[in-house]
């Protein structure tokens, strides 16, 4: 029996080992093989065309292409037109960040005012479609172009047009103000260069992409004014704006890629 155990011991040690040393090697070649198919399915998407949920909530409906030129770099372009700005309108009825009134250039129809507001705070603006243009190369920082980490520079042209009914004009102001059916033309204009770091993730037919970035927009603005001149009669007129600021972004986009 002793002599039994001195042979069947070894012999089960050889083939536990044996075991064990079969599972493993299958085990890594099906994952070697599941990955290579993965990277393989990846560097075969070389388009996507995305849209972006978030963006009606300040007026763009946009829709974008992306396009992969080599395993690190893409460019994607983006167009779409722009609607009512709600949450523009939202901060400016909270009056935060606010631009002074200083910023503004005044020019009158007709004699000097002494005394300027916005026609729009007094009714409701009507508002236009307007355009909206963006270009934006990229760098993926794992070499694994449209899905990973990556970094981007923008340029993006938005334009907002909307109208005010302007005000009878030659009249006292001590007189309540009168609106005409006239709606005179208003605009905003944002040329914004960004910097963007974000991630995209390119599953079996969609893709999901999200990012954070700082820009420089240089803003030009029209909006009609009304006031009294010296003689307190209604005088109307535009105030226009120039400036560069600095604007916060963030953006969520999903996609179809091809």
């Known amino acids: 029996m002793k002599i039994c155990m001195r042979f069947i011991l070894p012999i089960l040690?050889?083939?536990?080992?044996?075991?064990?040393?079969?599972?493993?090697?299958?085990?890594?070649?099906?994952?070697?093989?599941?990955?290579?198919?993965?990277?393989?399915?990846?560097?075969?998407?070389t388009n996507i065309i995305k849209i972006a949920?978030?963006?009606?909530?300040?007026?763009?409906?946009?829709?974008?292409?992306e396009r992969r030129l080599s395993d690190l770099f893409s460019v994607q372009v983006g167009a779409g037109i722009t609607i009512k700005n709600y949450l523009k309108e939202t901060v400016d009825n909270l009056e935060i960040?606010?631009?002074?009134?200083?910023?503004?250039?005044?020019?009158?129809?007709?004699?000097?005012?002494n005394l300027y507001l916005f026609a729009s705070e007094d009714q409701k603006p009507k508002y236009k479609t307007g355009s909206y243009f963006s270009i934006q190369p990229r760098v993926?920082?794992?070499?694994?172009?449209?899905?990973?980490?990556?970094?981007?520079?923008?340029?993006?042209?938005?334009?907002?047009?909307?109208?005010?009914?302007?005000?009878v004009t030659g009249v006292p102001s001590s007189n309540s103000i009168s609106f005409t059916d006239t709606y005179v033309k208003e605009y905003d204009k944002y040329s914004d260069i960004a910097v963007h770091f974000g991630g995209q993730t390119i599953y079996d037919r969609?893709?999901?992409?999200?990012?954070?970035?700082?820009?420089?927009?240089?803003?030009?603005?029209?909006?009609?004014?009304?006031?009294?001149?010296?003689?307190?009669?209604?005088?109307?007129g535009y105030a226009d704006l120039k400036k560069s600021i600095p604007v916060g972004l963030f953006s969520f986009r999903v996609g179809y890629h091809f």
């Open 53 to 65: 949920p978030l963006s009606f909530l300040v007026g763009i409906v946009p829709v974008f292409y």
């Open 206 to 236: 969609l893709s999901v992409e999200y990012s954070v970035g700082v820009a420089i927009r240089n803003k030009q603005s029209r909006r009609y004014v009304y006031g009294f001149d010296n003689n307190n009669d209604y005088v109307d």
């Open 13 to 45: 040690l050889i083939c536990i080992v044996f075991t064990t040393s079969a599972q493993q090697t299958v085990y890594f070649s099906k994952d070697t093989s599941a990955t290579n198919k993965k990277k393989y399915n990846r560097s075969s998407e």
């Open 97 to 113: 960040g606010k631009i002074e009134d200083g910023d503004y250039t005044l020019n009158w129809n007709g004699g000097q005012g």
């Open 140 to 167: 993926y920082f794992d070499g694994e172009a449209m899905d990973g980490y990556y970094m981007g520079i923008s340029y993006d042209n938005t334009s907002y047009k909307y109208g005010s009914r302007s005000i």
